[in-house]
């Protein structure tokens, strides 16, 4: 269960930089580089995957009732689950406007 401990911070992490990209469209000016590229990467591709994964597996775990073994907190479960719902909305009305 430490696992999915780490994949929860993890997914927290990269949510955060999905927060920091999706808001870079109405700064004067984004900052072009190295840095600014692993978090375009980890926003955009890694926190999709780690969401959809962490989603999967804590539904499963919460239907079989296992959910409080991993002692991940609620408030993260609660924010990950948001962002993802989040993730899914932006994504959908990027694919339209075009």
């Known amino acids: 269960m430490g696992v999915i401990r780490i994949l929860s911070r993890v997914a ?3 949510n955060i930089c999905f927060l920091l990209v999706s808001f870079s469209q109405w700064l004067p000016q984004f900052p072009d580089n190295a ?6 990467v980890l926003g955009w591709l890694v926190s999709i995957a780690v969401n959809i994964f ?9 239907f079989v009732r296992r959910l409080r073994r991993t002692g991940i907190p609620v408030w993260l479960i609660v924010v990950n689950f948001l962002f993802f719902a989040a993730q899914v909305i ?6 339209n406007l075009k």
Do not use: Y
């Open 35 to 40: 840095l600014t590229s692993d978090v375009i």
């Open 90 to 95: 932006i994504l959908i009305l990027n694919r």
């Open 54 to 62: 962490l989603n999967l597996i804590l539904i499963v775990l919460f």
């Open 12 to 14: 927290f992490i990269c």
